[in-house]
């Protein structure tokens, strides 16, 4: 093994922040409730049983304690991770473990400990450990679940972080338990005699995994290395193999082998299915001999049937040592009952039922609290083996008293099939030759890297005391590991510090030392632990205990946390000396003098445990503990950066030298404080170059503290790159050490002064006339151009970054100096220009010895001309050609990014970002030294690929928010570098995607794409909003007003939609049942007072009908608008059946008994209510089924109205939660309302899925479905439908072939003999049809699989009648004998099966436009067929045809008309003999049978245009609505009666019932006025023929009109259609107990037709619902072209399928579209979270609300005063232009002139910039217009320090020039619009023409590179190269420049712009005068 490779020895550092250590475990358990059992003394902790990894657990011997022995107490710490971004909060987290107790608590330095969990188990922990279990998410993507994991002796607990628990019964004894990456590994304790049961040749396995608390436990496989047979794939069946280590990061583990002494490290992973094959295979036996099967057989069984082995408490002590079966056969770990009953609680074992571990993914989804032990298993199987060593494995099996299954089948063994592998990498190598003693166990493993990122495994071997470090290096397929060497350290102890790259080792000689890596850092100096015997004079004797005097508080509680690090140093430090510097130094010194004294002075630490990040526990004598931190290797970032420099480019060996060095002078003991580290670290970096800083003059100020000039002064002296043990001895005989010995020195400036000039007075006499050379033999002296050229690239990026640009002056100092000695003109010339007035300062260079020079690497990449990103940029920006900008990866992330997004943008390479990188930026690599480069290709700038700059702008803004760029990093770029970046994100708000990421929409400043991106919900707002939108009634004075169940519709929305009346509160009035009725009866002088009282409640009872019919229409007006509170029951609103008369408001009731009142009469009504009350919890909800029961009325009456209640939250999807327990209980009840909305809710919220469970559950209520064997079920009538309805709804749209069949016989069901099947068969009937038409929905002919069921035909047959069929297949049986009640015969009773064919017919040809079947549904077109159809039936066969030829349907009278067919039109033939009396029964059944034809043609006209608000379909339906109501006898007159009985008014009711039902379908949701006229006339007929059924049918019609309060509408999709068919059945009820043709509870299932399609615009700054113009456009289809509409919304949108794009329109807002072209995903999913869609106001505007015209917009007063448009903008009017905070503020503090203010032109100015932000929508651009001015002002003032702003200045202007030349077409994209650039270009410009005129010479001067002299002027003339761009004249070609002609002839190798170069041509060509060729030089400055 190599040593270690570089040793520091001379320096030492110091531990901050040491406070005294307690496990808060400990004193939490000492309170704990459990204490009384817990004898806990203060124990000793045994740092041999901890390993150091963080989720490793125990490692050593807790399992040979016996639970006798006292309490053991164990704990581990780790960082904090729960869900906080780690580089926010750095916590600890301690587990502690201790009896039965395990506490988890967190703490950080800045909060005390707190206890996050604690568990309690009922037998003494073994081991507590946390690990991570991947579970499989339904996706396949792994969710990592957190947990905690506590074993004991029979199983382990697993805690989850979110709250789960599951416990897993362990099948043997466990020695030791591990985490790892998939999970759990578990090693198996090895029994006494454990080789007795091995069938022969066989070991069994020691390692196994469980990978998931419900998973099984699965044996390991391991891979050995390839040296002998790579096949030999085994289990890990070796029992002296033991395993010390596991990481999940790399997924390794550490193994000890206790015969050879060797450690070996494993990888581990998943199995490959290979491998499992090869161990799965029947082994054969040496012989050859198959494994017996007998044996196999035996073991199988005999661990079957034992419950728990080898548990304490098992039967009898022999059973120990049955350890386990063969593993091929590993069963007992499924077989064993406890896990079984715990992974299945109906599974009794594992041979009753095969697919446990199926069961077991099952319960893992659903409750994790099912998986608890019951051991009652155990007795099941009386194991009774007394001696089974004494007869052998075979006579075992057949002994008698061995009960064991009595049949061992051999299929019941399959194997268990392996999880995990592991793979050898690496093993120790023990030397053959050598004696010594074999190596122990490790008792410590961990991972750490060093400063130069390698990684090394290092294991602490105790009995030879040393630390063994294994470097490892993952390959490129990152799965492989790769370990190149060994070394060792000698060592007691160690530690691992992650954050800083270091670990602690404890020497044998304790003394602490630091190493990163195996690279020895310097000892550890820990203020306090250093006993008396170690000072000079024993002064201060009692610090040899320092723990005692730090814990004297007496509050014991609060003793760990007490802190010590603000105790000073010198306290704890016996010495003579009083100031603490000079302390610290004599301790400094004195630490070395003799390091045997060391040795005696701190035997006090005894081990290290519980690192975390940089914090260490030190276990002292007696038992104490002390934490202390190990400070950073620097604090500043510039240093930081500069290291990481430092460390990119230097070889490892090299940086590693100058990090230790840094971090020794740095954390010297009493060292620096954080503002003289920059300097320090110049200091330390320069003497390591081979500078002598006290020569320098600027280096020679620095300040920083005395004690660390030994450091460097060891360092000057040093001539060889490897430290030795001399330099200590020259140091301690130099001079400055014999100064610093005889006088005790003061801590203060003057001190350092005094030593700084001694040094100086020192070095300059000793050499007298040396100038200043550079020390040759410095370690980084031949690294000195390489390191130069990262710094200055680091100080380009710094100056790319305004927070950090301060510190760019820093370092170009040390690159100046550099620079200078490097001979790099150019470079300096750079710095000078940057920092004119800094530079002014430094002249002095090195000199470097022309022998010595060679010995410099000069790297390829050093070029002459220095780079700079400014200048790259702007030449960029001008279309020139460029060199690929150098930089350094993962350190100039912002050049990076910049010049990429130059390179894409500005030159339009949309390749820039991904495959043409290289041609824009050169990354350096640290290998490169001298090879040459290769050439690069220039970019050729006449060739420019553009692109449309739209889409680069987009381009561009997506790849900055990829690469993480947020808008906060856009404020810290310069402002000159950041305005082509900020016009790109202003092109792209404009028309941003509406796909794009949040990220992307944050950057560009869309809040309400991000917003929308986030999808929030609005929820009910109770604040009232301004006057304008609170439409709220007057609130009630009566505190017990009754709720209405109608409160819950968002005011905010309606009051916009509806803005201009009250029509909610109108139809909250309508539909309101809870409140007693008006009952006004005038009492005539003849009638008694009894007959009044039954005349005012019959009056009642007429009203009750109205009022019962109420809750249908009022579900579906509140429809999904309620979150129900989890903690309450839901409100549901009292059915209200009393009235209240006039004037004395008194009492009428129905319960009086004067009038006969209907039995059972509200049972229907009250479940409407019900349903009407669960229709208001919106899908979203959060509903589980604990609330569900909740609900659950106590009394029995509201039974029906929780019918209805789970009816409902079927129909919105929630009864899926409702557990399947519950169900069953429900349905066992047998109450018909409850089974009817159970199964119809069920159903409903399986739509279409094919569920078994569900078909399960509605079989059971069908006869049909069932065998015909199977005992006939007394199941009513109700459910029966309902069951029948819900096969339909289970199976909609999926042509089930079987349930078809069924289903088509049923429509034709005869009645049974015993009276059964004999009343309401019609409803039966058309539940059949129905259910039977949504099975086949929309199929057509394409029914597959069906054809000999000839469908059409027989339901052609239903329709019209004839002869019955056969009953074929199961049901034959049944209907064998007649009814002996209904004599049919042997025809089709028509009128029964007619309704339920008919609708079958039209939902299976549905939209299929199948003339054929349309024709057969045609009415017929002669007097005598028509005779045979009931009129009724007509408006079905109408309806059905027309939307079976659903593409003829046109929204107008006359397509109504062309379906009545020509015998009706009344065109008779007068020739013919027809008596009158015939003529009038003739006209009666005409006229019957033409309005129901219009109204079945209305409903299809409905259905067509359902929910999408045709005017054209209204108009004609409302035009028929007029007629029919014409002719109703509403004024009671005679007049009318003549019409009236020939049609008699039920019948013209109906009709009108239909087409009022069809219009509010076209209108769903709109609210319209006239159809809310129509529906409020009919609520207040009562009375006569207007029955409940009427009453159900107009208030539905309101509640369509209504839906949701106008968020929903009706889609039009078949399976809408469908629902709509089953709901809006025309037959509706005549009273409300009656069911007989349709039952009631279907009229809810209109639900299934809603969709919510309301698109509500949300200002994202207020967050209310406001006004927005959205552009609506249409696909084309075959009646209209391609159409754009405008839309006010709030508004309902058209079905989706039929949009192109949605757009919010400008002006008002920010223009938005959405693309239903690409995907309609999106837009769905804003609409079903409330259609939330966030606007943006743009700056300047004003809501629609606020300003309906637009009149009122800053943008109007400037349209009247264009010219004077700055002076017409008050500041003070700002507020109502805008609500930005900041533009307020702005205006307030510099726009307004105050008396205060004497120069005016600045708030003028400043007046000017803020309007035209606002109008031209950037107000992110006001710190830009600020900066130009603020940069032109100091220009002119002359007061500018560098030339930073004029850089800015000239980029700009780059950029206005680049613009302007693609002429003014693209002006308005540019950012910069107005007057304002020309003014301040102008302005720069006469201030450098000024400039020039007075110092040509200066200029002149320079540029024939004279020596300037040292004056103010120097500034200025930064100012004019930089911003004229002149480039470094170093050469004299200009010199031979005569004429103009020359200069421009050079001017392109020059790069210097034309318009800068007429200004220089005066003076390179020499005349004086500044204008050229007779014109004045203001003609060329633009």
């Given at each position: 093994m190599s040593e270690v490779v570089y040793e520091e020895t001379a320096t030492m550092i110091a531990a901050g922040e040491l406070q005294s250590f307690v496990p808060f475990g400990r004193e939490h358990c000492r309170n704990h409730p459990n204490a009384f059992n817990l004898q806990l003394r203060e124990l000793q902790p045994a740092s041999e049983l901890w390993s150091s990894d963080g989720a490793a657990g125990l490692v050593g011997s807790l399992q040979e304690v016996s639970l006798q022995e006292r309490e053991r107490e164990w704990w581990q710490l780790r960082k904090g991770c729960t869900g906080v971004k780690e580089e926010e909060v750095m916590f600890e987290e301690e587990l502690y473990a201790a009896g039965n107790v395990v506490v988890w608590s967190q703490g950080s330095r800045t909060q005390a400990s707190s206890v996050y969990k604690a568990f309690t188990v009922d037998s003494p922990v073994q081991q507590a450990l946390w690990c991570n279990f991947a579970v499989l998410q339904n996706n396949n993507d792994e969710e990592v679940e957190q947990t905690i994991c506590i074993v004991q002796s029979s199983c382990i607990n697993v805690h989850t972080v979110t709250g789960k628990d599951f416990i897993s019964p362990l099948p043997f004894q466990v020695s030791n338990v591990w985490a790892t990456k998939f999970g759990l590994l578990l090693e198996r304790k090895i029994s006494a005699n454990d080789t007795q049961l091995n069938p022969p040749g066989e070991p069994l396995p020691m390692v196994f995994s469980m990978l998931h608390p419900?998973?099984?436990?699965?044996?390991?496989?391991?891979?050995?290395?390839?040296?002998?047979?790579?096949?030999?794939?085994?289990?890990?069946?070796?029992?002296?193999?033991?395993?010390?280590?596991?990481?999940?990061?790399?997924?390794?583990?550490?193994?000890?082998?206790?015969?050879?002494?060797?450690?070996?490290?494993?990888?581990?992973?998943?199995?490959?299915?290979?491998?499992?094959?090869?161990?799965?295979?029947?082994?054969?036996?040496?012989?050859?001999?198959?494994?017996?099967?007998?044996?196999?057989?035996?073991?199988?069984?005999?661990?079957?049937?034992?419950?728990?082995?080898?548990?304490?408490?098992?039967?009898?002590?022999?059973?120990?040592?049955?350890?386990?079966?063969?593993?091929?056969?590993?069963?007992?770990?499924?077989?064993?009952?406890?896990?079984?009953?715990?992974?299945?609680?109906?599974?009794?074992?594992?041979?009753?039922?095969?697919?446990?571990?199926?069961?077991?993914?099952?319960?893992?989804?659903?409750?994790?609290?099912?998986?608890?032990?019951?051991?009652s298993g155990a007795s099941r199987f009386n194991t009774s083996f007394h001696s089974p060593s004494s007869r052998g494995h075979h006579g075992l099996l057949s002994s008698p008293n061995s009960t064991v299954n009595e049949t061992v089948l051999p299929p019941e063994m399959e194997p268990i099939v392996p999880d995990l592998c592991v793979e050898q990498l690496w093993t120790e190598t023990v030397a053959a030759g050598c004696h010594r003693e074999m190596s122990s166990q490790a008792s410590k493993v961990f991972i750490t890297s060093d400063l130069c990122e390698n990684r090394y495994l290092c294991f602490l071997v105790e009995s030879h005391q040393q630390l063994r470090c294994v470097k490892f290096i993952e390959s490129n397929e990152s799965s492989q590991l790769i370990f190149p060497s060994v070394t060792t350290i000698s060592a007691k102890d160690a530690a691992p510090l992650q954050n800083i790259d270091a670990m602690l080792v404890l020497e044998a000689c304790g003394s602490l030392v630091l190493y990163t890596g195996i690279t020895r850092v310097s000892k550890v100096f820990v203020p306090g632990l250093l006993s008396p015997s170690f000072s000079l004079s024993n002064q201060r004797p009692q610090i040899s205990t320092p723990v005692?005097?730090?814990?004297?508080?007496?509050?014991?509680?609060?003793?760990?946390?007490?802190?010590?690090?603000?105790?000073?140093?010198?306290?704890?430090?016996?010495?003579?000396?009083?100031?603490?510097?000079?302390?610290?130094?004599?301790?400094?010194?004195?630490?070395?003098?003799?390091?045997?004294?060391?040795?005696?002075?701190?035997?006090?630490?005894?081990?290290?445990?519980?690192p975390v990040c940089n914090r260490v526990t030190l276990e002292l004598g007696g038992g104490a503990m002390l934490r202390i931190s190990v400070p950073e290797v620097a604090t500043s970032e510039l240093v930081q950066k500069c290291l990481q420099a430092i460390r990119f480019i230097l070889p490892k060996d090299a940086a590693m030298k100058v990090l230790v060095k840094w971090y020794n002078i740095y954390n010297a003991p009493g060292g620096s404080s954080a503002h003289a580290e920059w300097s320090l670290f110049v200091t330390c970096f320069m003497t390591l170059m081979g500078y002598n800083t006290e020569r320098l003059a600027w280096t020679r100020h620095l300040h920083f503290e005395v004690p660390l000039s030994p450091v460097i002064a060891a360092k000057k002296a040093r001539h060889s790159a490897q430290g030795s043990e001399e330099d200590w001895d020259y140091l301690l005989a130099s001079r400055y050490h014999r100064q610093i010995i005889s006088q005790p020195v003061c801590a203060s400036v003057e001190s350092s002064d005094i030593v700084a000039t001694e040094m100086g007075d020192l070095s300059s006499?000793?050499?007298?006339?040396?100038?200043?050379?550079?020390?040759?033999?410095?370690?980084?002296?031949?690294?000195?151009?390489?390191?130069?050229?990262?710094?200055?690239?680091?100080?380009?990026?710094?100056?790319?970054?305004?927070?950090?640009?301060?510190?760019?002056?820093?370092?170009?100092?040390?690159?100046?100096?550099?620079?200078?000695?490097?001979?790099?003109?150019?470079?300096?010339?750079?710095?000078?220009?940057?920092?004119?007035?800094?530079?002014?300062?430094f002249s002095k260079c090195c000199s470097i010895d022309h022998a010595v020079i060679e010995q410099m690497q000069r790297p390829s990449f050093l070029l002459s001309k220095p780079p700079c990103v400014f200048s790259w940029l702007s030449s960029c920006l001008r279309g020139d050609e460029n060199t690929p900008f150098p930089y350094l990866p993962a350190i100039c992330q912002r050049t990076r990014l910049l010049v990429l997004s130059y390179a894409l943008?500005?030159?339009?390479?949309?390749?820039?970002?991904?495959?043409?990188?290289?041609?824009?930026l050169f990354k350096l690599s640290a290998g490169q030294k001298s090879c040459a480069s290769e050439p690069y290709l220039r970019r050729q700038s006449s060739v420019k690929v553009r692109f449309s700059s739209a889409s680069l702008a987009e381009q561009l803004v997506v790849w900055l928010a990829s690469?993480?760029?947020?808008?906060?990093?856009?404020?810290?770029?310069?402002?000159?570098?950041?305005?082509?970046?900020?016009?790109?994100?202003?092109?792209?708000?404009?028309?941003?995607?509406?796909?794009?990421?949040?990220?992307?929409?944050?950057?560009?400043?869309?809040?309400?794409?991000?917003?929308?991106?986030?999808?929030?919900?609005?929820?009910?707002?109770?604040?009232?909003?301004?006057?304008?939108?609170?439409?709220?009634?007057?609130?009630?004075?009566?505190?017990?007003?009754?709720?209405?169940?109608?409160?819950?519709?968002?005011?905010?929305?309606?009051?916009?939609?509806?803005?201009?009346?009250?029509?909610?509160?109108?139809?909250?009035?309508?539909?309101?049942?809870?409140?007693?009725?008006?009952?006004?009866?005038?009492?005539?002088?003849?009638?008694?007072?009894?007959?009044?009282?039954?005349?005012?409640?019959?009056?009642?009872?007429?009203?009750?009908?109205?009022?019962?019919?109420?809750?249908?229409?009022?579900?579906?007006?509140?429809?999904?608008?309620?979150?129900?509170?989890?903690?309450?029951?839901?409100?549901?609103?009292?059915?209200?059946?009393?009235?209240?008369?006039?004037?004395?408001n008194t009492m009428v009731d129905l319960n009086s008994g004067n009038i006969d009142v209907p039995p059972n009469m509200t049972s229907w009504p009250s479940f409407h209510n019900g349903v009407a009350a669960g229709l208001k919890i919106a899908p979203a909800s959060q509903v589980d089924s604990a609330w569900i029961a909740y609900n659950k009325p106590k009394s029995p009456e509201l039974a029906n109205e929780y019918a209805g209640f789970l009816m409902a939250l079927g129909l919105n999807g929630h009864l899926t939660k409702l557990a399947t327990l519950n169900i069953h209980d429900y349905l066992t009840k047998g109450h018909e309302m409850t089974s009817v909305g159970l199964l119809l809710g069920v159903s409903s919220a399986k739509l279409g899925t094919m569920d078994m469970s569900t078909t399960r559950l509605l079989s059971i209520h069908i006869p049909a479905l069932l065998p015909p064997t199977s005992t006939e079920l007394d199941v009513p009538h109700n459910v029966q439908v309902a069951a029948v309805i819900g096969v339909g709804l289970v199976y909609q749209g999926t042509g089930h072939r079987h349930n078809a069949e069924v289903l088509l016989s049923e429509i034709g069901r005869p009645p049974g003999p015993e009276m059964e099947y004999c009343t309401d068969r019609e409803s039966y009937s058309l539940a059949a049809g129905l259910a039977l038409g949504m099975v086949c929905l929309g199929h057509g002919s394409n029914l597959i699989g069906?054809?000999?069921?000839?469908?059409?035909?027989?339901?052609?047959?239903?329709?019209?009648?004839?002869?019955?069929?056969?009953?074929?297949?199961?049901?034959?049986?049944?209907?064998?004998?007649?009814?002996?009640?209904?004599?049919?015969?042997?025809?089709?009773?028509?009128?029964?099966?007619?309704?339920?064919?008919?609708?079958?017919?039209?939902?299976?040809?549905?939209?299929?436009?199948?003339?054929?079947?349309?024709?057969?549904?045609?009415?017929?077109?002669?007097?005598?067929?028509?005779?045979?159809?009931?009129?009724?039936?007509?408006?079905?066969?109408?309806?059905?045809?027309?939307?079976?030829?659903?593409?003829?349907?046109?929204?107008?009278?006359?397509?109504?008309?062309?379906?009545?067919?020509?015998?009706?039109?009344?065109?008779?033939?007068?020739?013919?003999?027809?008596?009158?009396?015939?003529?009038?029964?003739?006209?009666?059944?005409?006229?019957?049978?033409?309005?129901?034809?219009?109204?079945?043609?209305?409903?299809?006209?409905?259905?067509?245009?359902?929910?999408?608000?045709?005017?054209?379909?209204?108009?004609?339906?409302?035009?028929?609505?007029?007629?029919?109501?014409?002719?109703?006898?509403?004024?009671?007159?005679?007049?009318?009666?003549?019409?009236?009985?020939?049609?008699?008014?039920?019948?013209?009711?109906?009709?009108?019932?239909?087409?009022?039902?069809?219009?509010?379908?076209?209108?769903?949701?709109?609210?319209?006025?006239?159809?809310?006229?129509?529906?409020?006339?009919?609520?207040?007929?009562?009375?006569?023929?207007?029955?409940?059924?009427?009453?159900?049918?107009?208030?539905?019609?309101?509640?369509?009109?209504?839906?949701?309060?106008?968020?929903?509408?009706?889609?039009?999709?078949?399976?809408?259609?469908?629902?709509?068919?089953?709901?809006?059945?025309?037959?509706?009820?005549?009273?409300?107990?009656?069911?007989?043709?349709?039952?009631?509870?279907?009229?809810?299932?209109?639900?299934?037709?809603?969709?919510?399609?309301?698109?509500?615009?949300?200002?994202?700054?207020?967050?209310?619902?406001?006004y927005a113009l959205l552009e609506v456009s249409y696909k084309e289809t075959k009646w209209y072209n391609e159409t754009t509409v405008e839309l006010m919304a709030p508004t309902l949108l058209p079905e989706l399928h039929l949009l192109k794009q949605v757009k919010v329109k400008g002006p008002r807002y920010w223009e938005l579209t959405l693309d239903l072209s690409k995907e309609t995903h999106h837009l769905k999913s804003i609409l079903s979270q409330d259609g939330v869609l966030y606007v943006k106001l743009r700056a300047g505007q004003l809501p629609y609300k606020d300003d309906p015209q637009g009149w009122k917009s800053l943008l109007t007063t400037a349209v009247n005063h264009r010219s004077s448009g700055v002076?017409?903008?008050?500041?003070?009017?700002?507020?109502?232009?805008?609500?930005?905070?900041?533009?307020?503020?702005?205006?307030?503090?510099?726009?307004?002139?105050?008396?205060?203010?004497?120069?005016?032109?600045?708030?003028?100015?400043?007046?000017?910039?803020?309007?035209?932000?606002?109008?031209?929508?950037?107000?992110?651009?006001?710190?830009?217009y600020i900066a130009i001015e603020q940069a032109v002002s100091a220009l002119q003032r002359g007061d500018l320090q560098q030339t930073f702003p004029l850089w800015q200045l000239r980029l700009v202007v780059d950029l206005w020039d680049s613009r302007m030349l693609r002429g003014p077409a693209n002006s308005h994209n540019t950012l910069l619009k107005s007057e304002f650039l020309p003014v301040m270009k102008n302005a720069v410009d006469v201030a450098l023409d000024g400039w020039l005129k007075d110092s040509s010479s200066v200029l002149r001067s320079y540029m024939w590179n004279q020596v300037l002299s040292k004056d103010a002027q120097s500034i200025m003339l930064a100012c004019f190269l930089v911003y004229r761009s002149v480039p470094c004249f170093r050469s004299t070609q200009l010199k031979s420049c005569s004429s103009f002609g020359d200069l421009l002839s050079c001017s392109s190798q020059l790069e210097i712009p034309l318009r800068d170069l007429l200004r220089l041509a005066p003076v390179l060509l020499g005349s004086g005068s500044p204008s050229l060729l007779g014109f004045p030089l203001q003609a060329f400055s633009s």
């Open positions: 419900l998973d099984e436990i699965a044996p390991l496989v391991s891979k050995p290395s390839s040296q002998f047979d790579s096949s030999t794939v085994h289990y890990m069946s070796d029992s002296t193999m033991k395993i010390v280590f596991t990481c999940c990061q790399p997924s390794i583990l550490v193994s000890y082998d206790t015969v050879q002494g060797t450690h070996t490290v494993w990888a581990l992973r998943k199995v490959t299915h290979d491998e499992c094959s090869t161990v799965l295979r029947y082994p054969t036996e040496p012989v050859g001999k198959p494994l017996g099967l007998m044996a196999s057989n035996f073991l199988t069984s005999h661990l079957r049937n034992i419950s728990r082995l080898d548990s304490p408490g098992g039967s009898g002590t022999e059973l120990k040592s049955c350890a386990l079966s063969s593993p091929k056969h590993y069963n007992v770990l499924r077989s064993n009952p406890n896990r079984a009953v715990t992974s299945s609680p109906g599974a009794h074992s594992r041979v009753h039922s095969p697919n446990i571990s199926n069961m077991a993914a099952l319960s893992r989804a659903h409750s994790p609290g099912m998986a608890a032990p019951s051991f005692e005097s730090v814990s004297t508080p007496a509050n014991g509680v609060n003793r760990h946390i007490q802190r010590l690090s603000e105790v000073p140093a010198q306290d704890f430090m016996p010495s003579p000396v009083s100031e603490p510097k000079g302390l610290n130094n004599k301790h400094h010194e004195a630490s070395f003098f003799e390091d045997h004294i060391f040795q005696q002075a701190t035997p006090c630490i005894h081990g290290l445990r519980d006499a000793s050499s007298p006339g040396s100038s200043l050379k550079l020390e040759s033999s410095a370690p980084l002296f031949p690294h000195i151009p390489a390191l130069f050229y990262v710094l200055h690239l680091l100080y380009q990026e710094l100056q790319l970054d305004e927070l950090h640009r301060a510190k760019a002056s820093s370092l170009v100092c040390v690159l100046q100096q550099l620079a200078r000695d490097l001979q790099l003109e150019e470079y300096v010339d750079l710095y000078w220009r940057d920092y004119p007035s800094v530079m002014s300062g943008y500005i030159f339009g390479d949309d390749k820039a970002t991904s495959s043409s990188e290289s041609k824009y690469q993480g760029f947020t808008l906060k990093d856009l404020e810290s770029v310069p402002f000159g570098v950041a305005l082509p970046i900020r016009e790109a994100i202003y092109r792209c708000r404009e028309q941003p995607c509406s796909d794009w990421s949040e990220e992307v929409c944050l950057l560009i400043g869309r809040q309400d794409l991000t917003k929308q991106a986030h999808k929030m919900t609005l929820a009910k707002s109770k604040a009232s909003v301004s006057s304008g939108l609170s439409l709220e009634p007057p609130v009630a004075t009566e505190p017990d007003e009754e709720e209405d169940g109608m409160s819950d519709i968002i005011q905010e929305v309606t009051g916009l939609i509806w803005s201009q009346d009250l029509r909610i509160q109108e139809v909250r009035r309508l539909l309101r049942s809870s409140g007693p009725v008006r009952v006004s009866v005038v009492q005539l002088p003849e009638v008694s007072d009894h007959e009044y009282i039954e005349e005012k409640e019959n009056k009642l009872l007429q009203l009750c009908q109205r009022t019962m019919a109420l809750p249908v229409g009022r579900g579906l007006f509140t429809l999904f608008s309620y979150h129900p509170v989890l903690t309450e029951p839901l409100p549901v609103p009292k059915l209200n059946l009393t009235g209240r008369a006039p004037p004395r069906m054809t000999d069921l000839n469908v059409p035909e027989q339901l052609y047959q239903y329709m019209v009648g004839g002869h019955r069929r056969a009953q074929a297949g199961a049901n034959r049986e049944r209907h064998k004998s007649p009814s002996y009640q209904i004599k049919e015969g042997d025809t089709i009773n028509v009128d029964v099966t007619c309704p339920g064919a008919t609708l079958a017919l039209a939902m299976i040809y549905l939209k299929t436009n199948n003339r054929s079947i349309a024709d057969w549904l045609k009415p017929p077109d002669t007097w005598f067929l028509l005779d045979f159809i009931k009129p009724e039936f007509l408006l079905l066969r109408t309806l059905a045809r027309c939307i079976i030829m659903w593409d003829e349907i046109l929204p107008n009278s006359e397509w109504v008309k062309s379906n009545i067919p020509q015998i009706m039109r009344g065109n008779f033939d007068a020739s013919e003999d027809i008596n009158m009396e015939t003529m009038a029964k003739c006209d009666v059944f005409l006229s019957q049978a033409e309005d129901y034809i219009t109204a079945g043609a209305c409903m299809a006209l409905g259905l067509r245009f359902a929910g999408s608000a045709n005017s054209d379909a209204f108009d004609c339906l409302y035009e028929f609505a007029r007629t029919f109501m014409k002719m109703m006898p509403f004024a009671g007159t005679a007049a009318v009666s003549a019409s009236l009985q020939q049609m008699g008014y039920y019948n013209l009711q109906t009709c009108l019932s239909m087409i009022l039902l069809a219009m509010s379908m076209v209108m769903a949701g709109t609210g319209n006025l006239k159809v809310l006229q129509l529906c409020r006339f009919f609520h207040k007929r009562t009375g006569g023929e207007m029955n409940y059924g009427f009453h159900m049918a107009h208030h539905m019609a309101l509640g369509l009109l209504f839906l949701g309060g106008g968020r929903y509408t009706i889609s039009t999709s078949n399976s809408a259609i469908a629902a709509l068919l089953c709901a809006l059945y025309p037959h509706f009820p005549a009273h409300s107990t009656d069911n007989r043709y349709h039952l009631q509870a279907l009229r809810h299932l209109v639900v299934l037709a809603a969709e919510p399609r309301l698109l509500v615009p949300v200002d994202v700054d207020s967050l209310k619902p406001c002076t017409a903008f008050k500041p003070e009017t700002i507020s109502t232009f805008t609500s930005n905070p900041a533009l307020i503020s702005f205006a307030d503090f510099f726009c307004k002139t105050s008396e205060g203010m004497k120069h005016r032109k600045d708030t003028h100015m400043f007046s000017a910039m803020l309007y035209e932000c606002v109008t031209q929508e950037c107000p992110e651009m006001l710190p830009t």
